[in-house]
């Protein structure tokens, strides 16, 4: 199989995760970008590891790292959501565009 | 470009027929679904549309030979985060319908902004890597290597990584909780 089409899958992933954080006004549905684009990282190193392959054995520290990603991923949505639901409570809406107390 | 190898009469590389057909197919149902994400109207879809994406990941892993991580995969994403997901969905909107007002005000600022992006990525990746193929493995990547690998030199990320978990689920708990 081509390098490539792993990478560029990945990508375009990625790309659509990005739109999705900027474009998207709904806190859950940000989230669920934030979930693309790791996903498009994890294939990105499962890609590597197996470009990386030396003599048919894959490299396994791309393996390792996926999977710490997986972790950490599943940590965020935790408190991500939690955050969203702290949000909900307070104020009875998750639209981020209404969140600017902050704004200087 | 392979045609173009065959022709010069230069060494044919080595193409699995089945695993190209299945990425092209599942990578083509990733992205269909991955835009709906994105693009759809209803949250609830949304959702449904990113189990779709998720678990088409979990299967290019298996055409990567990573059997461990595609597993963790469907364990992790397709059958906890997206609980939690819908759980999120359910306790912070009444309605379960379309909605007009998920997008921002500003939302075609995105649409160059992920296509410049894509171009660029695009670009540098089929510059870099042109005609170069993933070889094919001997055998998909063992649970015992994997194992080996984090309980030896990754043990300190490991261990970093079960305080995380555990700060996490701590801080959701104090974060959710009604007082």
């Given at each position: ?5 792993f ?18 006004r ?6 669920m ?7 498009a ?37 935790g ?8 949000v ?17 | ?18 695993v190209?057909v ?21 949250i ?13 990941m ?18 992790v ?8 997901f ?16 998920l ?5 075609p ?9 894509a ?7 089929i510059?870099f ?19 080996d ?7 300190a990320?490991?261990?970093a ?19």
């Amino acid at each position: 199989m081509l390098a490539v089409n792993f990478f560029l899958l990945a990508a375009v992933l990625f790309c659509i995760g990005v739109y999705g954080v900027i474009a998207r006004r709904n806190a859950v549905l940000v989230l669920m970008s934030v979930e693309l684009i790791l996903n498009a990282v994890n294939l990105n190193l499962l890609g590597f590891s197996l470009y990386n392959a030396e003599s048919g054995n894959v490299n396994i520290d791309g393996h390792v790292f996926a999977l710490f990603i997986i972790a950490i991923a599943a940590a965020e949505v935790g408190v991500g959501l939690a955050m969203v639901m702290l949000v909900y409570r307070n104020r009875r809406s998750i639209a981020l565009d209404e969140l600017s107390e902050m704004r200087g | 470009m392979i045609a173009l190898l065959a022709q010069d009469g230069a060494e044919l590389p080595d193409v699995n027929v089945a695993v190209n057909v299945s990425f092209y197919a599942i990578a083509a149902v990733m992205l269909f679904a991955a835009i709906r994400v994105v693009s759809t109207r209803n949250i609830v879809h949304a959702a449904l549309w990113l189990v779709i994406v998720l678990s088409g990941m979990a299967a290019q892993y298996l055409l990567a030979s990573a059997e461990f991580v595609a597993v963790s995969q469907v364990l992790v994403y397709v059958g906890a985060v997206m609980v939690l997901f819908l759980f999120g969905i359910m306790l912070t909107r009444a309605q379960i319908g379309a909605e007009g007002n998920l997008n921002n005000r500003n939302w075609p600022l995105g649409i160059p902004v992920a296509l410049l992006l894509a171009g660029v990525m695009g670009w540098a990746i089929i510059d870099f890597f042109s005609d170069d193929t993933l070889p094919e493995p001997n055998s998909g990547a063992s649970t015992q290597a994997i194992s080996d690998q984090i309980l030896s030199p990754y043990l300190a990320p490991f261990l970093a990584v079960t305080f995380v978990l555990l700060a996490a689920a701590i801080g959701a708990i104090v974060l959710a909780r009604k007082d």
